[in-house]
């Protein structure tokens, strides 16, 4: 790669660093909250944020898309949550998953945690198979449990963003929730841990293997206005750019690219971009 390949690299994921890191802050500004132990219940936690970021995070002024779904799934007694049906087909029209490339705080801590220098599992066709699991779980966890158990599923089984933002800061601050905490908290605990791990030596494991919401907007993402496009006509078909990336895509901006732009300064022809969908 030439030098100004470099530098154009590191501008770009400088940018988007940035761009989650903006992301993270302004889904997270009540910073009363962490120092109180308590969650915010203003006029505007009803919206939901396009990202996965838990309700219960303290610092959290919206609403979790996913958390929303379960909820409204739950008090719907088997109606359309409209709200949230309509927030996740927006989200999932305009951007699809340039919303786990930009604008998911956890998508921002699974990058950090792949810079940890240690061994890594690259894709393979082990780890392409394993994509399929996050569609499982989101038909079970998010729809089927809330909806016959009566349970937010996703929430109280399995989802990391809850236990690291609001389960643990909520535990260490306040001593009646550390004498409550059983079972269930143990078990998100270690299923954190595990996934942090995962995260570590594989990248995005919990994006890749396990997010629903990533299922979600994955379904819309060769079909969103904004987003990666290739100029078919330029493109030589090389593959570059399938090749060195780290997710499991078989086509630029097919359901398992979170079009974060690495790709383009790949590209020898200059053939790859963001731009809006051609009519």
Known sequence: MSASGSDN?????????????????????NFRGFAEGSIYKGDIKGICVPGLNCYSCPGAIGSCPLGSLQSGLLSSQYRIPYYVAGTLLLFGIMLGRVVCGFLCPFGLIQDLLYKIPTPKIRK???????TYLKYLILVVFVIIIPLTALVPGFCKYICPAGTLQGGIPLVLKNEALRELTGFLFTWKTILLTVIIISCVICFRSFCRFLCPLGAIYSLF????VFGIRVNEKTCTGCDRCIRNCRMDVKKVCDRECIQCGDCIKDCPVNAIGYGRKQA
């Open 9 to 29: 690299k590191k501008g770009r994921s400088f940018g988007r660093r940035y761009i989650q890191l903006l992301t993270a802050v302004l889904y997270n500004c």
């Open 124 to 130: 393979n066709r082990i780890t392409s198979k394993l």
């Open 221 to 224: 993402n060769r079909f969103s």
